[in-house]
């Protein structure tokens, strides 16, 4: 929690009193610290101080402006995988040639926005795409800086919706096909060969994983070598895990020191696209009890945050702490806290035991800084919620809660209806 505490029985957000930005702001929030963003960011940076490297935040995980912007000013560039991703970063400052750009669908006009923006390279993942950027980048009169995704084949051990470097996963080039594709690369006129990259997966709660692959990249690299392939960077992706339940994933420091020792001979600028390390226990969801209700089976707490607003409980079956707001309630109870959405799959809490919240009670869901605005969506019509930062003794909106006009935006009945 560390930035997020209670004050006798009161939940703060730094310095703040989660009520009072629910009475200014409403119910639910998205509430995020800036200390802890700004701490998180500076423990993975000094993890490898000892080394020339960047850390790339993975947009995806929290691609709030203000949430950029904090990265950047303290030296991060970005891991898009998305043109949206691009502009975003771009409206919050980036140095291009900090950007890299991953992912196994990107389209001709992303690519050649990329290229007119000056990213410093496309992590590809697929034979067809380096052929697009060599063509579209000569279209366009510019050089396309690559690194190769590599697929190791390496289990991280995680959920499997979150696995990526399994051979049998969409992502990436077996390493097996790597060398014939580098060496395809190295003769494309438009292309610079600039990288070898992997992402093996998220949440990992042990570095074992990590290792292992870099010892298989470090055998592609020398195969590379012998074909007077030379590269700058290697980019080991995202994936260290956080804390949500009873993991203990490794600290940063514990994650550099073992990257660092397979990886200091190299002589290469190693980057990092971290995303829910650095924002996941930044960031809290407030909703509010709506109703109480005693299932036939179960009792159900019924508040007004649903699936919508923080998918992974129905998508993953993750675990999300709760707290209240005010620590006011009698005792404890056992049963789901679920949303408005019509499916059963709209829990936020499944079958633990939680304090027993009574109607208008607050309750955070905490850990929800990653992967929880991002993959908000307006199911069932229901507006995006507000997103907040705070820092010190301050609060501010840095993104307003969806009106119920913009859920229309755009649409229009024909003419022949
Ligand atoms: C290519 C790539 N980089 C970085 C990340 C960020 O992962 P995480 O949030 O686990 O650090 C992801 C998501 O798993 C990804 O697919
Ligand atoms: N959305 C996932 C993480 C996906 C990682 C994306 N590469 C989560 O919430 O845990």
């Known amino acids: 929690m560390h930035h997020f505490q209670y004050k006798g029985d009161e939940l703060f957000a730094e310095e703040v009193a989660v009520k009072d930005i629910v009475a200014k702001v409403g119910s639910p929030v998205y509430i995020y610290s800036q200390a802890t963003l700004e701490r998180h960011f500076k423990a993975m940076d000094s993890a490898f101080a000892a080394t020339p490297h960047t850390i790339c935040y993975s947009v995806k995980a929290n691609s709030n402006l203000a949430v950029l912007k904090t990265f950047i000013n303290l030296g991060g560039g970005v891991d898009i995988v998305s043109g949206g991703e691009l502009f975003r970063a771009l409206q919050a400052g980036v140095d291009p040639k900090k950007v890299v750009y991953s992912g196994v669908g990107k389209r001709d006009d992303e690519i050649a926005y990329a290229l007119e923006t000056g990213i410093l390279m496309f992590n590809v993942e697929s034979e067809l795409e380096l052929d697009r950027l060599n063509e579209v980048a000569g279209r366009i009169g510019k050089k396309a800086g690559i690194a190769i995704r590599v697929n190791p084949d390496v289990d991280p051990e995680t959920h499997p919706y979150i696995t990526t470097g399994l051979k049998k996963a969409k992502f990436g080039i077996n390493i097996e096909r790597a060398l014939e594709q580098y060496g395809r690369a190295k003769e494309m006129a438009n292309i610079e060969i600039l990288g070898i990259d992997c992402h093996i997966g998220s949440q990992l709660t042990k570095v074992s994983p990590f290792v292992d692959a870099i010892k298989k990249l470090k055998r592609l690299l020398t195969g590379m070598q012998d074909m007077g392939i030379q590269v700058k960077y290697l980019d080991l992706g995202g994936g260290l895990g956080i804390q949500y339940n009873d993991e203990a994933p490794p600290l940063p420091a514990d994650y550099g020191t073992s990257i660092l020792a397979e990886t200091k001979d190299l002589g290469l600028h190693l980057l990092f696209e971290p995303g829910r390390n650095l924002v996941g226990n930044a960031g809290i969801l407030v909703g509010t009890c709506l109703y109480t209700k005693k299932g036939e089976e179960k009792n159900f707490v019924i508040v007004d945050a649903g699936m919508n607003d923080l998918a992974r409980p129905a998508l993953y079956g993750s675990f999300h702490g709760v707290a ?25 809490v499944k079958e633990r035991e939680f304090p027993n919240f009574k109607q208008g009670d607050q309750i955070a869901f905490l850990s929800a800084g990653a992967y929880g605005f991002t993959m908000s969506s307006n199911y069932n019509s229901r507006p995006r919620v507000a997103e907040v930062m705070v820092k010190g003794d301050k609060f501010e909106v840095i993104r307003e809660r969806e009106k119920v006009e913009d859920l229309v935006r755009g649409e229009s009945i024909p003419s022949f209806l």
């Open 324 to 348: 209240p707001v005010r620590k006011d309630q009698d005792g404890s109870i056992v049963g789901d806290i679920v949303g408005p959405i019509c499916e059963s799959g709209d829990f936020l």
